[in-house]
């Protein structure tokens, strides 16, 4: 069997991607990961791919069309998530599908954040992939 991405959309689908999403996303309990996931496929056009390799899904990525004054149109990759157990190839895989379907829905440009406590996220993005690093995220906790 053959690598294969498709895109998620069922709440049974979405359930068989929470255990790999859950490498990536720790502070979500099921429930949670479900509700803001069902939100923001209805509010903001979230799309989520998954890799399956052999059936079993591997990596994920999740997407949505987004417009400011800084990108242009763009497509924003919220989640890029491969699992531990499974090579960084697969990585690369998705995000080269991403690339593929931004280019397909009209797009010049795909763009994400990191944390900063993630430097080999960082130099696999702007190493393997050819992202280029264009500033910092802020984010200020409200009370």
Do not use: C
């Not at 923001?40 to 059936?55: K, P």
């Not at 993005?125 to 910092?136: A, I």
């Amino acid at each position: 069997m053959t690598d294969q991405i498709v895109e998620l959309r069922t709440q049974e689908e979405f359930k068989e991607a929470y255990p790999v999403m859950k490498e990536l996303r720790i502070q979500l309990d099921e429930a949670l990961y479900l509700d803001l996931l069902s939100e923001m496929v209805g509010r903001r056009g979230y799309r989520l791919f998954a890799l399956r390799h052999e059936g079993k899904i591997v990596a994920l990525a999740g997407v949505e069309a987004a417009v400011d004054l800084f990108y242009g149109r763009y497509i924003w990759l919220d989640d890029l998530v491969v699992s531990a157990s499974t090579p960084a190839s697969y990585g690369e895989q998705i995000v080269q599908f991403v690339e593929n379907f931004a280019r397909s829905e009209g797009f010049k440009t795909v763009a994400t954040a990191s944390g900063l406590w993630r430097p080999d996220v960082h130099s696999f993005y702007e190493e393997h992939l050819g992202f280029e690093r264009r500033g910092y995220v802020f984010r200020k906790e409200l009370k």
